[in-house]
């Protein structure tokens, strides 16, 4: 086994943590007492490949590997993980859809703009009444002619209001239940489909998130994604690389409040020593190391596997629920370190701490993921 990166990925993490050290750091606090997102920054990741990251060049994408796409996960969410939040929907849910399950005239449309950054994507699933049930869906498409006619609405929709394209999911045949719901490409400007509330967060603050609605809305049966009914099938597909994504965010979470602890804990003085000297802290220092890096690993598994083409359902579940729950964990000592100060927001700590909470909650819960894990243990008796 071959532990480690290839010059070039050194290169590609040296490159894009360059750029969010001089682009995005100074920022990150006004981003989030504004709640403004910056889309020029974002597209200039567009340009450097981020956007485009998993997907062939032929379609505009950078054409890396899944393990490169960690990495610039990972670095992202070091500065600010709302700016890898809103990445990750972008490139792994919204995009990602269109190109494992769209027609090739879909994917010729839409993934070149998304890949460039110069249309942003937004991907829709959950409903009030449907979470962690998404069989639950009640937003409906009904076939009318050579269209289909969607009415209902999605929330918890990262980017949805600065998004240029939507991948959402309807019910087009009740009776058949998970199996009854298609996928369909809404383009911004269509009649009958806007954006609604845009949620007030506790963290991930300047990543817009929100509402989309659909009233008597009117979509060519060309817009269409993949197969009727087969749409929460492959959301599942989408989910298992999406879950990687997250993983790798959740890594960069801990990664940065590990670093900023350990800054800290060289520079802060108790009782005429520096904090860093007493074994409580070097403990707890190396307890968030350990845990980095087995979420890191955990991390780096699925992502290869991925890449050589294996089926991830169980990796994927494990590697988000591991690197989500121990980044929550790392949060929480980093901000202990820094005792009264980590409740200041002249500390970049007390944002991680805010941000993290959300890698155990979206594209499913820790719940969820034992759900799925122990379901594949089951399945396979080992």
């Known amino acids: 086994m071959d532990f480690g990166y290839t010059p070039e990925q050194h290169q590609l993490r040296k490159s894009l943590r360059e750029f969010a050290e001089a682009e995005i750091r100074p920022h990150v606090m006004e981003w989030d007492e504004t709640q403004e997102f910056p889309l020029e920054v974002f597209r200039k990741l567009g340009r450097m490949g981020v956007l485009g990251a998993v997907f062939p060049e032929e379609l505009g994408g950078a054409g890396y590997s899944y393990v490169d796409y960690t990495i610039l996960m990972e670095e992202l969410a070091r500065i600010d993980p709302s700016i890898a939040l809103s990445a990750a929907a972008h490139v792994s849910l919204c995009a990602n859809h269109i190109f494992l399950a769209g027609s090739p005239e879909q994917k010729q449309r839409y993934l070149p703009k998304l890949s460039t950054g110069e249309w942003i994507g937004c991907w829709s699933l959950t409903e009030p009444e449907a979470g962690s049930d998404a069989g639950g869906t009640r937003t409906s498409a009904v076939p009318d002619g050579d269209s289909w006619v969607l009415n209902g609405g999605k929330t918890f929709t990262t980017n ?38 845009k949620e007030n967060k506790l963290g991930m603050r300047c990543s817009p998130t929100g509402e989309v609605l659909f009233t008597d809305c009117r979509l060519p049966a060309s817009q269409l994604c993949g197969k009727a009914g087969e749409g929460f099938v492959d959301s599942l597909r989408v989910l298992d ?131 799925v894990i122990a379901r594949q243990l089951l399945k396979s008796g080992c």
């Not at 904090?275 to 991390?299: P, V």
């Open 241 to 371: 690389g999406g879950r990687i994504s997250i993983a790798a965010l959740a890594v960069g979470i801990a990664q940065g409040a590990y670093e900023a602890a350990l800054k800290y804990s060289k520079h802060r003085k108790q009782f005429g020593r520096f904090i860093s000297e007493f074994q409580a802290i070097q403990h707890k220092l190396a307890d968030m190391a350990t845990e980095i890096d087995a979420a890191r690993l955990l991390t780096l598994r699925a992502a290869w596997l991925k890449d050589n083409g294996s089926s991830v359902n169980r990796e994927s579940a494990m590697a988000k629920l591991f690197s989500s729950e121990a980044a929550v964990r790392v949060a929480n000592e980093a901000l202990q370190i820094h005792g009264g100060y980590g409740f200041i927001k002249d500390y970049p700590v007390e944002k991680f701490y805010r941000d993290v909470k959300l890698c155990t909650i979206g594209e499913g819960t820790s719940e969820i993921q034992r759900l």
């Open 160 to 197: 949805a209001h600065i998004a240029d394209v939507c991948v959402a999911m309807a019910v087009t045949e009740r009776a058949a239940s998970s199996h009854g719901i298609s996928a369909f490409i809404l383009e911004k400007g269509t009649p009958g489909f806007k954006v609604g509330k």
